[in-house]
């Protein structure tokens, strides 16, 4: 029983990291109607970021946050100079182009801080939460700052006026125009934001995956995951689509015979075709119905 | 009387498609007037134009002041409230949130919450259902909601496209009323497209006739309505 329970305490602690990968994923898909497939290297370039600050002597906390802030300022760049030109191309050519953000962002990384494995600090410490054995303090901590986060989007787009205005423009593009809207820079907020909210799971899991180039890739598909099985086309879905993936996750590694670490990866890949195949607007999501 | 909206030699394209073939009319401050024709016309065409949704060759001057390449969102920030065909109703939306929504460009807080009162002394049923999402609402509320919300910009112009579409006539009657209303009282100046001629130009005191996109009649409301080719093509008497 202790065991089972300390599987979904860490599938909880995980899953927090994956609804925030989904939560960015869904944020840029309600914008532009791509799936990013760089989400994972922006946050990785961002974690690297936040090493090489501290490297330089700045204390954690305020690496997070300057992190959080260049992520933010990277991501409207990203959009503004790439994607925006990109607005009214064809899928491919959008797919194309992510795929090339995700190589140059991955080499680059390469280049500067090279592809050995690195330690990341957590500023949570490793000891036995409240004394229990059944959590860290690091995965107490990343499920506190993840709450803490959503908390924050909730606010932002519930109560204040730009929010109103994102989520006016991600619906109906045309109407937000003629309330007088810009939408193109709404678009480049979301980029943005969800920079930010990745360059936040990065630096949560750096910690435990180690910092290295690749350290996202696993992540960002259980991030797709995530998002698909809550659906793409609601927030609120990716979060407790993270969730879920990240308890299952933690459960089938443990108690099906075979799967184990090595085979984690493809049930992810497996969860993403059977959402896609029996309920393809994912659990929360709305199907998109057009009137012809 | 000063000329708020003065259109040139408008010329406007879908794709390889001319849909307006060099259009020319004005709009008086303070007038109601209407854009009268059938289906395919052109009207839609015209009000899009105007708010650059569609390209466009011409020239369009609004206040004194040309258009030219401005963005959607910038002509609406001049003043220029369009209700579109479909109403553009952010149906996901709560009613006052789409109220908000055609506020999002102005900074005095307290004028909004006082304009969205004055939206509901306009349309009770408004206030009625202010937390339900939009998307509920039949179709003549929603139309009450997309005036609301155009007028929450304090305009100086509306453009509306076929208020009339899909509504049943009392309805359309109530509605009808109250946008002379605001005409009058509000002083907001209003270019009307509309299929149901007859109550268009009951409203209106200035009409415009297009056929295939060229201005072919008009006149005041009154002139054009007395006329026999408009009676019989598009009153049907």
């Known amino acids: 029983m202790e065991l089972f329970i300390n599987q979904i305490l860490a599938g909880i602690s995980t899953g927090a990291i994956y609804a925030c990968m989904a939560l960015a994923v869904v944020m840029i898909y309600q914008a532009i109607d791509h799936l990013n497939f760089a989400q994972g290297e922006m946050a990785m370039f961002s974690t690297f970021i936040s090493w090489q600050l501290m490297q330089w002597g700045m204390p954690y906390w305020a690496a997070f946050f300057i992190t959080i802030a260049l992520s933010f300022a990277g991501g409207i760049a990203i959009e503004r100079v790439m994607f925006k030109p990109l607005a009214k191309a064809p ?85 937000a125009r003629l309330v007088g809207i810009n939408t193109s820079w709404m678009i480049a907020l979301g980029w943005g934001m969800a920079a930010a909210i990745g360059s936040i799971a990065g630096m ?33 879905g990716a979060v407790i689509g993270g969730f879920l993936v990240g308890i299952f996750e933690n459960l089938a590694g443990t108690y099906i015979p075979g799967i184990g670490n090595e085979l984690k990866l493809p049930i992810a890949l497996a969860l993403i075709i059977s959402v896609l195949v029996v309920k393809p607007a994912g659990l929360f999501g709305r199907p998109i119905v057009k009137r012809v | 009387m000063t000329t708020l909206l003065n259109v040139k030699d408008l ?124 998307g509920t609402l039949s179709g003549g509320e929603q139309q009450m909601l997309a005036v609301a919300r155009a007028l929450m910009l304090r305009p100086r112009l509306m453009l509306l496209d076929e208020p009339s579409f899909g509504l049943a006539p009392l309805v359309v009657r109530d509605l009808f009323k109250i946008l002379g209303k605001i005409n009058r009282e509000e002083k907001v100046s209003i270019l009307v497209v509309e299929q149901n001629a007859q109550l268009a130009l009951e409203l209106a005191d200035h009409a415009y006739v297009i056929e295939t996109g060229r201005i072919v009649m008009s006149g005041s409301a009154k002139e054009i309505a007395s006329n026999e080719d408009v009676r019989k093509s598009y009153l049907g008497y």
């Open chain 1, 91 to 175: 899928i491919l050519t959008n797919v194309a182009g992510f795929i090339a953000l995700y190589s140059i962002i991955n080499s680059s990384a390469g280049l500067i801080w090279d592809f050995t494995i690195k330690q990341y600090p957590t500023p949570f410490g490793s000891a036995p939460f409240l004394g229990s054995q059944l959590i860290s303090t690091h995965q107490a901590g990343m499920i506190g700052v993840t709450i803490l986060l959503l908390i924050g989007l909730y606010a932002f787009f519930r109560y204040t006026r730009v929010g109103l205005a994102m989520r006016a423009a991600a619906s109906l593009p045309e109407s």
């Open chain 2, 11 to 134: 010329r406007a394209y879908y794709g390889q498609v001319q849909a307006l073939h060099g259009l020319t009319f004005s709009l008086n401050e303070g007038s109601l007037t209407t854009l009268l024709g059938a289906n395919g016309a052109g009207k839609t065409t015209t009000l899009r134009a105007i708010c650059n949704m569609v390209r466009s060759t011409g020239a369009i001057e609004f206040d004194g002041q040309p258009l030219g390449s401005r963005s959607t969102e910038n002509i609406v920030r001049l003043g220029i409230a369009h209700v579109p065909q479909g109403r553009g109703t952010f149906t996901a939306m709560t009613v006052e949130e789409n109220l908000q929504l055609g506020a999002i460009t102005r900074t005095d807080k307290a004028g909004i919450v006082a304009d969205i009162e004055r939206m509901y002394a306009y349309f009770p049923v408004l206030k009625q259902r202010y937390s339900q999402q939009a």
């Open chain 1, 204 to 236: 949560m899991i750096a910690p435990v995956v180690f910092l290295e180039p690749n350290m996202m890739l696993g992540v960002l598909i259980y991030g797709f995951a995530a998002a698909v099985l809550g659906g793409l086309t609601s927030p609120f």
